[in-house]
């Protein structure tokens, strides 16, 4: 069986046992969501919807996220969220929060979303398929109660290489399979410029940390990765339980 009818299998399979009635994904246009969608679509035909969510985003997003899903053929809503974002942001600075902390900003953006798709998902019946991989989910590269919220994560054991590789078995648009890797959370961000590395070389180290196998990088760009799995390890986990 090849790797995209297996996790589309798999993604049938989890609907089912959660005796939901379809699929709910954010589309962000980048690569990890159009994989998603696609993985989606194969697994529960017609009963996928996709999200697009703007909050202050570059109208690329849209016209990608768009883009894949006349390819696939699944239906769309479009929530814009800027009203919201500014209502909070203003709360916010109102109740005498610093109004320069850039990340804490940006992370109500995916927060938002959360909300978003778990309240079209609870209406529909529906399960929240998330798009992180696993390059993202080691270095905790996601926002915990934003992206990191979700119901299944079809791609969740795939590193971001291997969900290139996948993008191009899958035929997902050129210029979503070229665009450089970001978030949106602010103008000029980047994935790998907020990673402090390229995708293709964490793939490799990340590789080699889970085989054992040596490791021929600088050692503080190593050190940095094993710092990232360690401090990240909150986000992978359930809260903590005190037992008396």
């Known amino acids: 069986m090849i790797l995209s009818d297996e996790i589309s299998k798999w993604i049938k399979i989890e609907v089912e046992k959660a005796g939901a009635q379809g699929i709910v994904v954010g589309l962000s246009g980048g690569i990890d969501s159009a994989v998603t969608a696609t993985l989606s679509k194969k697994a529960v035909g017609d009963n996928v919807l996709g999200l697009i969510m703007p909050c202050f985003s570059s109208s690329t997003d849209e016209d990608h996220a768009r883009l894949i899903a006349q390819r696939l053929k699944i239906k769309t809503k479009r929530i814009e969220l800027d009203a919201i974002y500014q209502t909070i942001t203003r709360a916010l600075e109102g109740a005498g929060m610093p109004e320069d902390n850039k990340l804490s900003l940006a992370n109500l953006k995916p927060r938002l979303r959360m909300m978003t798709l778990y309240y079209v998902a609870n209406?529909?019946?529906?399960?929240?398929?998330?798009?992180?991989?696993?390059?993202?989910?080691?270095?905790?590269?996601?926002t915990k109660y934003g992206?990191?919220?979700?119901?299944?994560?079809?791609?969740?054991?795939?590193?971001?290489?291997?969900?290139?590789?996948?993008?191009?078995?899958?035929?997902?648009?050129?210029?979503?399979?070229?665009?450089?890797?970001?978030a949106g959370l602010w103008e000029g961000q980047t994935d790998e410029g907020e990673l402090g590395i390229t995708y293709e070389n964490l793939d490799k180290i990340l590789r080699a940390l889970e085989s054992g196998e040596p490791l021929n990088f600088q050692p503080d760009i190593v050190t940095n990765v094993k710092r990232l799995i360690e401090t990240s390890q909150h986000k992978r986990m359930l809260p903590p339980i005190f037992e008396k």
């Open 123 to 142: 209406c529909l019946n529906y399960l929240v398929a998330g798009t992180g991989n696993k390059s993202e989910i080691m270095v905790g590269y996601f």
């Open 147 to 182: 992206d990191g919220g979700v119901d299944i994560l079809p791609i969740g054991g795939l590193l971001k290489t291997e969900v290139r590789e996948l993008a191009k078995e899958l035929d997902i648009p050129e210029e979503i399979l070229t665009r450089v890797p970001t």
